[in-house]
């Protein structure tokens, strides 16, 4: 089976565009989250959707916003891009039995780079 | 911000050597979960274990879990060069599925 994809996997910005990144969850699975891992930290928590309705946000700014579509794929907006938003943007999707559990299917991650 | 604190930051070992990792934590927590990171590349959950439980095994993993000191360690017996990663643990979960992770323990396993 299939895990977690996102596209695209390496994309380079210049300050102020605007990027969308792309997550497709593991068959089955009705939950995605993004996080935002800058280098040398862990995973910071943006996003959690679950039946296409927001569950959780973190504590990023308004210029982030994310969707999930009917087949449960999602698509996570950055606008007004910023040097600080450089990061792996990482997708993961967790079934309703993990989900209860916390357990978190994560994708390769899409690398931004925002000069 | 980062609820768990993982202890060492880096950690250079020998191959067939055990390798123990720590992690702190703030807050009452419904799990603890570890996982690993290869390079910059996505993260593979190793091993969950509740607040009610104090131990947990899985192959050559184990993990401890201490709720009234907020700690939890990730042992790894006889460490194999393919062990070298990048290790966080997380808490949260349950009906809220955010999780907050440490700065992680670079672990170099040296052949």
């Known amino acids: 089976d299939a895990g977690v994809t996102q596209s695209p996997t390496h994309l380079i910005k210049t300050r102020g565009q605007q990027v969308t990144l792309r997550c497709s969850p593991i068959s089955g699975h009705k939950s995605v989250s993004w996080y935002q891992q800058v280098l040398g930290q862990g995973p910071q928590f943006i996003f959690q959707?679950?039946?296409?309705?927001?569950?959780g946000r973190g504590n990023f700014p308004d210029r982030f916003s994310a969707r999930q579509f009917p087949n449960y794929s999602s698509e996570l907006n950055v606008n007004a891009l910023l040097l600080g938003d450089s990061a792996l943007y990482l997708c993961?999707?967790?079934?309703?039995?993990?989900?209860?559990?916390?357990?978190?299917?994560f994708g390769e991650g899409s690398r931004l780079t925002v000069l | 911000s980062q609820q768990g604190e993982e202890d060492p930051q880096a950690l250079s070992i020998q191959e067939g050597e055990n390798a123990t990792m720590n992690c702190s934590y703030k807050t009452s927590i419904n799990n603890l979960q570890w996982y690993r990171q290869n390079s910059g590349r996505g993260l593979v959950h190793l091993i969950l274990?509740?607040?009610?439980?104090r131990e947990k095994h899985s192959g050559r993993l184990r993990v401890t879990l201490d709720t009234s000191k907020k700690s939890s360690s990730l042992l790894i017996t006889a460490s194999r060069a393919a062990d070298t990663a990048s290790y966080f643990c997380a808490t949260g979960g349950g009906s809220n599925y955010k999780l907050t992770f440490g700065k992680g323990t670079l672990l170099t396993v040296n052949p």
């Open positions: 274990i509740r607040s009610n439980e």
């Open positions: 959707y679950y039946e296409k309705e927001e569950r």
């Open positions: 993961a999707s967790s079934s309703e039995t993990s989900g209860f559990t916390g357990e978190l299917f």
